[in-house]
């Protein structure tokens, strides 16, 4: 998904590019590259936000096109005017919470400098429109809503449920592949927080947050379970851990899972002590692994309290 979103934004780009050129060139326009330039920096990955972007980017190059062509008729074009006017241009977007417009406006600025003529500032308000309007029009051709970050969480959570598969076949599983899914995650959700508006974003990203750490519990456990070896006390984690495959989701597993946690480690607790060294290394281990294993419960068990499954709510209705 992520790569169609960029193909997408190579392509829109390449044409917006190509568009505001040609419209510039053919008016036999001076700034004919700018207006490109322009039209790029206008174009995003969806069209959320994007008209709020434009007006923003065009009410600052007015502000900066306004004040530079004051500054230069009144002070001429010389390299202290423009340092001066730079630092009023940078003031007054600042002061108006207008910063974001800063690159395209000092683009247009520089426009003005390299014609150093009377009209220069009409040419590049000219330049400026000729950009933003093809990538405005560019920007309706996208995806309205992304389904990036959600389909990332469905990949995610089913790794972490196929690492518990590892255990019933006793095998070592590659953390690469699930850092992999995770980092993807991840750069999905920076996606949807820079270009679309999503729905009940702080629970993605505490979603995202909650797994995150338990795969770190995860690896712990793991790595904790290697040490056991041969011990008798492996086969009964594994037993319980397997159980968990099933239960990987956005619903609340954790609650059932905790409860049949606290019996198994009740049973435990109930066998006898340790008689050789290697017994209590293992039975060491064993309540480590435990306690992991609760961490991790617990870990989903603190999301859902704030964010309750539809379960959940149904039950305090």
Not at 291 to 317: A, G, N, R, V
Request: aromatic share 12%; proline share 2%; glycine share 2%.
């Amino acid at each position: 998904m992520e790569k169609r979103l960029r193909v997408a934004l190579y392509l829109k780009m390449l044409v917006g590019f190509m568009i505001s050129f040609i419209i510039a060139y053919l008016l036999k326009m001076p700034t004919s590259y700018t207006a490109g330039v322009i039209a790029v920096l206008n174009l995003w990955y969806s069209r959320d936000n994007v008209v709020k972007t434009a007006l923003i980017r065009v009410l600052s190059s007015l502000i900066g096109l306004a004040t530079s062509a004051l500054l230069f008729f009144l002070l001429g074009y010389n390299i202290f005017t423009l340092f001066f006017m730079v630092f009023i241009v940078l003031a007054l977007l600042y002061v108006f919470k207008l910063e974001y417009g800063a690159t395209p406006t000092l683009v247009l600025i520089g426009q003005q400098w390299a014609q150093q003529t009377s009209e220069a500032p009409l040419n590049a308000f000219v330049t400026l429109l000729i950009g933003v309007i093809p990538a405005l029009l560019l920007n309706l051709i996208t995806f309205r809503k992304s389904k990036i970050l959600l389909i990332n969480q469905q990949k995610l959570d089913t790794e972490i449920a196929n690492i518990f598969t590892y255990f019933e076949k006793d095998e070592i599983y590659d953390f690469s592949v699930i850092d992999k899914i995770l980092k993807d995650t991840r750069e999905s959700l920076q996606i949807a927080l820079d270009n679309y508006e999503v729905k009940n974003i702080m629970q993605n990203f505490h979603y995202i947050n909650m797994r995150t750490e338990q795969i770190n519990v995860l690896k712990r456990i793991v790595n904790d379970l290697n040490m056991l070896e041969a011990s008798p006390y492996k086969k009964e984690i594994t037993n319980f851990l397997i159980k968990f495959k099933d239960r990987i989701g956005l619903e609340d597993y954790a609650s059932d899972l905790l409860v049949k946690h606290d019996k198994l480690v009740a049973y435990y607790r109930a066998l006898e002590l340790p008689k050789t060294r290697d017994e209590f290394e293992h039975r060491a281990i064993l309540f480590a692994i435990l306690e992991e294993i609760k961490i991790f419960l617990i870990l989903k068990l603190d999301y859902h309290k704030i964010y309750p499954c539809q379960k959940q709510l149904e039950i305090t209705k």
